[in-house]
């Protein structure tokens, strides 16, 4: 009898577990079709995200591979179809995205930064509020050609580099080159980053025109240091990580602490920053959309999350 008891408990339990990972895997919003699939738009970083969710959702089939079409990117390769993808899953960087959402032409996007004051502005004249929810961790990382010397920078040093007050790398340790401080374009998600978490209100220099300072994408920020021994830049640790994974620059320690996902989950790097899901507040609590957007809070959602590569928020 105790053994009948016994083997009667080990396959409830092994009943038990086939069950939640058959529901984990099998998870469905009822009724969500490819028809009615919310239009979801985000930054550059989080595309591979929204996609992963749009194939788990819709049980469809995706995996990682080095795309040469793409300057060798890392890309999350799907069996959605092309039509869908272009039509529902949009990836219009950072601050097309916030005005997409705000013009309710997406419903929900993934951003790597809450909105920045003009998108707020725009949103206060259209009479719309959003709704910002961290749902992954990121960081904002410093980058420089591999040849470089350096290894760390205060953020003291970064300001001092970014507004011409230390322009040669020798000041920091490094040897005797000028240092050329490239930028990324306005609005974007990296700039707005590097104004609100390391500048903090103090203006960036306009620094001499014997070279282009300004990189408009995210993409040419890793080609241009590859080839600039003396040139520093920034990016999101996701993108470098996970996107580019080419060992084409090195990351730098800031503070004397090196980004990687133990760093960045416990926050000890210094430039922690988050990943939201963003929603028009008026949207119908019942819509696909923000089903998604409870799921990414949920367990699953972030068992999703941390498949995509990024950090699930705790």
């Given at each position: 009898?105790?053994?009948?008891?016994?083997?009667?408990?080990?396959?409830?339990?092994?009943?038990?577990?086939?069950?939640?990972?058959?529901?984990?895997?099998?998870?469905?919003?009822?009724?969500?079709t490819m028809e009615n699939y919310p239009f979801v738009d985000g930054s550059t970083s989080?595309?591979?995200?929204?996609?992963?969710i749009a194939c788990k959702l819709l049980g469809y089939k995706y995996e990682?591979?080095?795309?040469?079409v793409a300057n060798g990117l890392w890309q999350l390769t799907t069996d959605l179809?092309?039509?869908?993808?272009?039509?529902?899953?949009?990836?219009?960087?950072?601050?097309?995205?916030?005005?997409?959402?705000?013009?309710?032409?997406?419903?929900i996007?993934?951003?790597?930064?809450?909105?920045?004051?003009?998108?707020?502005?725009?949103?206060?004249?259209?009479?719309?509020?959003?709704?910002?929810?961290?749902?992954?961790?990121d960081a904002f990382i410093f980058i420089t050609n591999k040849e470089n010397k350096i290894k760390s920078l205060t953020i003291n040093q970064i300001q001092d580099i970014y507004t011409s007050k230390i322009r040669n790398w020798q000041e920091v340790g490094g040897s005797d080159n000028p240092i050329n401080p490239y930028v990324r374009n306005a609005n974007s998600g990296s700039q707005?980053?590097?104004?609100?978490l390391v500048m903090k209100n103090i203006e960036i220099s306009i620094f001499p025109e014997?070279?282009?300072?300004?990189?408009?994408?995210?993409?040419?920020?890793?080609?241009?240091?590859?080839?600039?021994?003396?040139?520093?830049?920034?990016?999101?640790?996701?993108?470098?990580e996970q996107l580019v994974r080419e060992d084409v620059v090195k990351s730098l320690a800031v503070n004397g602490i090196y980004p990687d996902k133990k760093t960045i989950k416990r926050k000890e790097y210094p430039l922690v920053a988050e990943v939201y899901a963003v929603i028009r507040s008026d949207l119908d609590k019942s819509s696909?959309?923000?089903?998604?957007?409870?799921?990414?809070?949920?367990?699953?959602?972030?068992?999703?999350?941390?498949?995509?590569g990024y950090i699930p928020y705790n």
């Open positions: 009898m105790k053994y009948i008891f016994l083997s009667f408990m080990l396959l409830s339990a092994c009943l038990f577990f086939s069950c939640s990972k058959e529901e984990n895997e099998n998870f469905r919003i009822e009724g969500l989080t595309a591979p995200l929204n996609n992963l990682w591979q080095q795309a040469w179809p092309y039509e869908f993808v272009s039509e529902r899953i949009k990836s219009s960087q950072t601050h097309n995205s916030f005005i997409n959402l705000i013009d309710n032409k997406a419903e996007i993934l951003s790597a930064r809450k909105m920045s004051d003009d998108e707020k502005q725009y949103a206060e004249n259209a009479g719309v509020t959003l709704i910002e929810t961290p749902v992954a961790l707005e980053l590097m104004e609100s014997d070279y282009e300072s300004e990189i408009p994408g995210m993409l040419p920020v890793f080609s241009t240091l590859r080839n600039d021994v003396n040139g520093l830049c920034y990016t999101v640790y996701y993108y470098k696909a959309a923000y089903k998604i957007y409870e799921l990414l809070q949920t367990k699953e959602g972030k068992v999703w999350i941390e498949e995509s």
